[in-house]
């Protein structure tokens, strides 16, 4: 739910900033398309997830709901041995959640 929106932008600027084969900036590109049918669009797909979410009035930043920095590691841990992660279009370590949910903090 709010906790996935919270987190999703930094996890398409992660995968973003990887480095992408064409055939997956070309997913990348097909998925910002989408939203600039919407009119909703700018320089990257993780801002464009921003932009979208910023519509309903999202609060962002982990902390803002209850997240505190030592729950971090765990959280990374829980979304490691989440089976969905091995779907994700690149390969991702606990290390790269780690790094997604601090960054997703502010």
């Known amino acids: 739910g709010v906790e996935n ?3 999703l932008p930094e996890c398409v600027r992660h995968i973003e900033t990887s ?3 064409q055939a997956q ?3 990348i590109q097909k998925v910002k398309s989408l939203f600039e049918e919407r ?3 700018a320089n990257t797909l993780a801002e464009t997830c921003t932009l979208y979410f910023n519509k309903f009035n999202l609060n ?3 902390e803002n709901h209850g997240v505190k920095e030592d729950q971090i ?3 990374a841990e ?3 041995a989440d089976v ?3 779907n994700n279009m690149i390969p991702v370590t606990t290390e790269d959640f780690q790094n997604v949910i601090t960054k997703a903090m502010k």
Do not use: E, P, T, Y
């Open 5 to 7: 929106a919270l987190v």
């Open 19 to 21: 480095d992408l084969n």
């Open 25 to 27: 900036r070309k997913r």
């Open 39 to 41: 009119s909703i669009h």
């Open 60 to 62: 962002f930043g982990l």
């Open 73 to 75: 590691q765990i959280l």
């Open 78 to 80: 829980k979304s490691f």
């Open 84 to 86: 969905c992660h091995q």
